[in-house]
């Protein structure tokens, strides 16, 4: 499963969080590729994606927060789309 | 202390878009004149183009009302201002992308219809564009 967070360069609540985040769905999820990605060097990719707001995570390629969520958020996001997946 | 007439011919804005930037609360008359009328001070001037300029960057009234809290917050910061300026060219380039995705049709659809001198009721151009109407009503 891939998780992309999709950040400002300058956004340091976002940045701050990230950490925090990426354990979480590394716990939930025994397979998750964590990437940070600064939307300002892929406008495209993001654009592509969907991204509107920042913070926003997309799931295997769907954005589904388009705001910081919380860890219990984005576990049970994880937990379900990984279940979907079964 | 400028009148609206003032205030409107220094800035190249009518008075009815004055007032309406009144209504929405974008800028507020700081005194009045002896006769009742409003009066607006040099901070509204600065307002009204830096209106101008934000929607010159594809920023809508709410979003500026926004940037202009936010200029006016102590507790705000440069980062704050980006991230919309970054939320808005996001916007952007969904829209280009959009336009673009309309232009390819169009394109196709110039190059289906070859023969301009068919009846309009062989127009492949209408014709594929009935298709899409029955197409979208379908779903």
Redesign the interface.
């Known amino acids: 499963m891939k998780v992309e967070l999709f950040c400002?360069p300058?956004?340091?609540a976002c940045w701050d969080r990230q950490a925090e985040l990426r354990t979480a769905a590394q716990a939930a999820i025994k397979d998750v590729e964590w990437r940070e990605t600064n939307?300002?060097d892929n406008?495209?990719h993001?654009?592509?994606l969907?991204?509107?707001?920042?913070p926003s995570i997309a799931i295997d390629g769907e954005v589904v927060f388009a705001s910081m969520p919380t860890v219990v958020q984005l576990r049970k996001a994880l937990i379900a789309r990984n279940r979907g997946r079964a | 202390m400028f009148t609206i007439g003032k205030l409107a011919g220094l800035t190249s804005v009518s008075n009815d878009t004055l007032r309406y930037y009144e209504q929405e609360g974008l800028i507020r008359p700081t005194a009045k004149s002896a006769a009742g009328y409003r009066l607006y001070d040099q901070d509204s001037a600065r307002r009204i183009h830096f209106i101008k300029h934000a929607q010159r960057c594809g920023f809508t009234l709410a979003e500026i009302r926004e940037l202009l809290e936010l200029r006016g917050r102590d507790k705000a910061c440069?980062?704050d201002v980006?991230?919309r300026a970054?939320?808005k060219?996001?916007?952007i380039?969904?829209e280009i992308?959009a336009m673009k995705a309309m232009s390819k049709a169009l394109d196709q659809l110039i190059a289906e219809c070859a023969n301009e001198e068919q009846p309009v009721k062989e127009c492949t151009i209408i014709a594929a564009l009935e298709r899409a109407n029955l197409s979208t009503s379908v779903q």
């Open positions: 400002s300058g956004g340091s939307v300002l406008v495209d993001a654009v592509e969907g991204v509107m707001t920042l | 440069c980062g980006r991230a970054i939320e060219k996001l916007q380039e969904n992308r």
